[in-house]
């Protein structure tokens, strides 16, 4: 077999088939990567090869952010891949919020994956899952969702004509600029007396008992899909490598398949060196955090200390701990990732904070400010990023990338109340969750219907 599932568990490390639906290992019950025997593969003799495939961008697959890294993702072959034209996506300089983290001028990076068909950066990952999906002949796709996992899955199964969604929502936890996606895009709604995590657990019960296919990053495919952000961040710096990469944690696909890049772009020798990795909880929903700084938790070579995962969990249920974020795209307690996120930690050098409503929210306006929109969860790389400029634990001079993970119109709500006149609707949305105060706010101004009165403000 060149492609292949392998369990990540070093103490068993089984492979199955590439075309069994599979999200843990059925010998032990870890999680699963797909491997590729590359020796055995077509695979470029440098990135800058990737380079030649942006004058076929009248392929669909070619066109796709996704599918141009084809041959560093090759389980399925480039012509069944499933693409919306997602991985349009820009990586912007910007020397505002260089400023606001504290950061020299043209150090400092935005990745934008807001600009995904829909609005986060679901849509890799999607691209990968739902290909794998119809290669083994699924006809309904299911997730748990905090709202972009619903809205892209909807959106790739509505775009394939092959595949049916089904999407579990937490009671009360999705925002409306996601829900309206999932919706609109035909998925069939299931809101779950619960938060995400009751979600996750009701949607793998029902994969199991049903068949349905699963779609959340559990999926080894999907994290496949969301490898080819950092591609797209080492393509437009000219293939060069950045010094720290700063991501939001949540359920932590992300930073699971960076660090999954970065191991294969290593072996490959297509890159010498790797950058730093710094996931960023919010303070509401911080249990990598927690395992990882107070409780010393690592990956130690594939050997982790599962009773202490076993043992925070338990704890945090007897004391009925939830997550509870404005950033309510990693409002996640339980990350089915974990494991994977500690092998990226131990390989890029990692490190892990948390960081408050107030840090985000603020942080949220500084990159508004200047020029790019983001959901409340993308901010935490910026806060992140502050708090690790301020620690000197980031140098000033270090280029940093940070994710911007969603579209500001995700959760508009959000940016209405930090900006508003409204002290009702600002103590309702930020004020309950500990937001004090709005140092960037960009308020309204109320004026009379009088042009004498409007110019005054216009001066």
């Not at 035909?186 to 995590?197: E, H, K, L, M, S």
């Not at 909880?281 to 927690?290: F, V, Y």
């Amino acid at each position: 077999m060149n492609v292949f599932q392998r369990c990540i568990n070093p103490q068993c490390r089984s492979t199955f088939d590439v075309g069994e639906i599979l999200h843990r290992c059925p010998t032990c019950g870890a999680l699963l990567d797909v491997e590729y025997d590359w020796d055995k593969l077509p695979t470029p003799k440098k990135l800058a090869d990737f380079e030649k495939y942006w004058s076929e961008r009248s392929n669909p697959q070619r066109f796709s952010g996704v599918w141009r890294f084809h041959e560093l993702l090759p389980f399925a072959p480039l012509d069944q891949c499933v693409t919306v034209g997602e991985g349009q996506t820009i990586l912007q300089r910007s020397n505002g919020v260089a400023e606001y983290v504290g950061a020299a001028a043209g150090s400092l990076y935005l990745q934008y994956e807001g600009m995904n068909p829909s609005g986060s950066f679901k849509d890799n990952g999607m691209a990968a899952g739902t290909t794998h999906g119809r290669l083994v002949g699924a006809t309904q796709a299911a997730c748990a969702s905090t709202g972009n996992t619903s809205a892209s899955l909807a959106l790739y199964c509505a775009a394939s004509k092959s595949m049916k969604s089904v999407v579990f929502v937490g009671s009360g936890k999705i925002a409306y600029g996601k829900l309206s996606q999932a919706l609109d895009y035909g998925a069939r709604t299931v809101q779950i007396q619960g938060d995400f995590d009751d979600a996750m657990a009701r949607v793998q019960e029902v994969s199991k008992k049903t068949g349905i296919y699963l779609l959340n990053s559990l999926n080894p495919f999907r994290l496949e899909g969301q490898k080819t952000i950092m591609f797209r961040v080492l393509e437009a710096l000219r293939w060069e490598v950045p010094d720290w990469i700063v991501v939001p944690g949540g359920n932590l696909g992300n930073s699971s398949s960076f660090g999954k890049a970065f191991i294969e772009l290593k072996k490959l020798g297509l890159i010498d060196r790797v950058p730093r990795l710094a996931v960023i909880n919010a303070a509401g929903a911080d249990t990598l955090d927690r395992l990882y700084n107070d409780e010393g938790l690592r990956w130690n070579g594939g050997n982790v200390d599962n009773a202490k995962i076993d043992a925070f969990y338990a704890q945090m249920d007897a004391e009925n701990r939830r997550a509870s974020t404005i950033a309510s795209a990693i409002e996640i307690n339980r990350p089915v990732n974990l494991t994977k996120c500690l092998r990226a930690l131990d390989f890029c050098d990692g490190v892990v904070r948390k960081v408050s409503e107030q840090e985000i929210v603020d942080a949220k306006a500084s990159v508004g400010a200047n020029g790019f929109g983001c959901e409340p969860a993308s901010a935490a790389s910026v806060a992140g990023a502050k708090k690790l400029v301020a620690e000197g634990v980031i140098g000033r001079d270090e280029r940093v990338v940070c994710i911007l993970t969603g579209h500001q119109l995700k959760d508009p709500n959000a940016t209405v109340a930090y900006h508003g006149a409204d002290p009702a609707f600002f103590e309702s949305v930020l004020g309950k969750r500990g937001v004090a105060t709005a140092p960037l706010a960009n308020r309204p101004v109320v004026v009379g219907n009088d042009i004498d009165a409007i110019l005054d403000v216009l001066r």
